[in-house]
């Protein structure tokens, strides 16, 4: 099972910003997706933006022009800017890595809270 170390959240008014950050315990050889899914209490969990160690990056579209997924291959870490959020935006991010081998692996989760 992977291991994640997660930063990042808090609370911040309308139109503010955060970043998130995820870092990888160990090195995964080969190909692999990752990043973060937002939960709320009325819906399911949504994709929000992920990256592939190839660099191919998949937005949710919520979040379109407003958050940036980055990656770090060497510090194993993969980083999300969020700007002009909106209460809309709050929710427990989950941080997530898809691999053929070792299947889906999701971190705790870190609460945003967008108020006014």
């Known amino acids: 099972q992977v291991q994640f170390v997660e930063s990042g959240g808090g609370l911040v008014q309308p139109g503010g910003s955060l970043r998130l950050s995820c870092a990888l315990s160990?090195?995964?050889?080969?190909?692999?997706?990752m990043g973060w899914y937002r939960q709320t209490p009325e819906k399911q969990r949504d994709l929000v933006a992920t990256?592939?160690?190839?660099?191919?990056?998949l937005y949710g579209d919520s979040v379109k022009g407003r958050f940036t997924i980055s990656r770090d291959a060497a510090e194993k870490t993969v980083y999300l800017q969020m700007n002009n959020l909106k209460p809309d935006d709050t929710g427990i991010y989950y941080c997530?890595?898809?691999?053929?081998?070792?299947?889906?692996?999701w971190g705790q989760g870190t609460q945003v809270t967008v108020f006014s």
């Open positions: 997530t890595l898809r691999n053929s081998v070792l299947g889906d692996s």
């Open positions: 160990t090195s995964i050889a080969g190909f692999y997706v």
């Open positions: 990256i592939t160690t190839e660099g191919f990056i």
